[in-house]
């Protein structure tokens, strides 16, 4: 099967998940759930995520079989620890301008788990990975167009954060781009998902935990303390650059993948010491 046909089944199919599956979730498992895990939702939303998005993941590893399920998710676990230090590097200033910033706290631990790691979890490695990542990796659709479809359904989904016309444009389009922001971070990340997963999981929880005001929008100064670790994360991917890892986003590669291009190797790949 053609790989432009495999992509136009792949977006279908998300499309369909992402719209249509909500609509057989049904609400006669919310009690049966809330009641197992005592209304915490630990079991809800993981239960939600895999029946609206299984069907998906199913057809994508049906679709690229010849490639391993852990590589089609961006799951390689090599690096993942040095990826959750660089990540904790990053958004240290964050969590201090935050903690500065705030008049309360939030500590929940169901909320964290909930609101942070289920969302950064599972949004990256379908977004991103499943989505973005077979698009541009094996579809050979280029950059632009691959992240644009999977970062503007990836904000759309945040338009309830806004309580106005205007404040619901500014939340899609934030989160539009920040989309397209894990997105470069996972290409050059090795095609592993792990850096822009701790990313968006501790931006999430410091947000969440500091109780900060404005949805994904955001408030200026609270903006300017997430700025600086949108800031250290392409400081630290520059510094892997010029340390010998090899550039993946390219203009070449902006409107279509080559088929030559590394991107489309499956392989893990090594840079020695200043590996991503």
Known sequence: MKNQIKALLLVITFIFCHYGMKYFWGKSWIPILSELDQHT???????????????????????????RWYELLGLNIKDSQRYLLAALACCTPMVIGYAFLSSELNISISGVVTGSIYAGFFEEVIFRA???????RFCRWGF?????????????GHIYQGHDVISALMAVTITTIAGTWFAWLY??????????LWMHILMNAAYGIFSMSGGAAGDLKGNLFKATAIILSIVYINVLIKGGKKREVTLSSLF?????SSSLSIKTPTYGLNDA
């Not at 609206?52 to 010849?66: E, H, Q």
């Not at 279509?256 to 030559?260: D, G, T, Y």
């Open 41 to 67: 939702d630990l079991l809800l939303f993981p239960a939600k995520y895999l029946f609206i998005y299984g069907p998906f993941l199913l057809i994508a590893t049906v679709l690229f079989k010849s490639i």
């Open 130 to 136: 499943a989505l973005f990542g077979i698009l541009f």
């Open 144 to 156: 632009i167009p691959a992240a644009l479809i999977s970062s503007i359904i990836f904000g759309l």
């Open 187 to 196: 290409c050059e990340c090795g095609y592993r998902i792990w850096f822009p």
């Open 256 to 260: 279509k993948n080559q088929p030559n």
